[in-house]
Antibody, heavy 120, light 105 residues
């Protein structure tokens, strides 16, 4: 079964840091781009960052550029989001998603259940 | 930055109704447009990609259309399982629409 499982969320003070993890299974992780997408409480979806297969390409939304860093470990089938200088507006449910940008859908075709980050 | 504007932001409909949601882009883009369905407390689910191609396993009552800067998601006969929030998403650049909540009338 294709699956993504996020972890690492929690409550953090403004200005603090947090590292999210996402473990993948059921597919060849190293063949895919991966992404993080967030959803503030009661709000819509917001793309945060994505990363290519060998980490050479990383892209960020303007709202997090310079504060967040996406990375991956293909041996551990995991993708990470290091979040620094956190702000109240970063409070959201953070989803890990498989990004099929190089495939036929060019969409986020597999999603985890999300991990909640609260900045207060 | 590109803006993806969905309309309506919410709608009330009955089982069996035909429902159409529109997504308008503020500028031209690659044309790769996806639609997702999200139920409360759940992750989004990919329904349609490349504007009109149904993802595997998605019921045929869902269809997508449009080109340029205006795209649509249509549910031909609304079913109880379809009450959810729907999002469009562009590629190149990558942006989500604000969402359309489909509620029971």
């Amino acid at each position: 079964e294709v699956q993504l499982v996020e972890s690492g969320g929690g409550l953090v003070q403004p200005g603090g840091s947090l590292r999210l993890s996402c473990g993948a299974s059921g597919f060849t992780f190293s063949n895919y781009w991966m992404a993080w997408v967030r959803q503030a409480p009661g709000k819509g979806l917001e793309w945060v960052a994505n990363i290519n297969q060998d980490e050479r390409e990383q892209y960020y939304a303007g709202s997090v550029r310079g504060r967040f860093t996406i990375s991956r470990d293909n041996y551990r089938n995991s993708v990470y989001l290091q979040m620094n200088s956190l702000r109240a507006e970063d409070t959201a449910l953070y989803f890990c998603a498989r990004d099929d940008i190089a495939g036929s859908t060019k969409a986020f075709d597999v999603w985890g259940q999300g991990t909640m980050v609260s900045v207060s | 930055d590109i803006q993806m504007t969905q309309s309506p932001s919410s709608l009330s409909a009955s089982v069996g109704d035909r429902v159409t949601i529109t997504c308008r882009a503020s500028q031209s883009f690659s044309g790769w447009l996806a639609w997702y369905q999200q139920k409360p407390g759940k992750a989004p689910k990919l329904l349609i990609y490349k504007a009109s191609t149904l993802e595997n396993g998605v019921p045929s009552r869902f269809s997508g259309g449009g080109f340029g800067t205006e795209f649509t998601l249509t549910i031909s006969s609304l079913q109880p399982d379809d009450f959810a929030t729907y999002y469009c998403q562009s590629r190149g650049p990558l942006t989500f629409g604000g969402g359309t909540k489909v509620e029971i009338k």
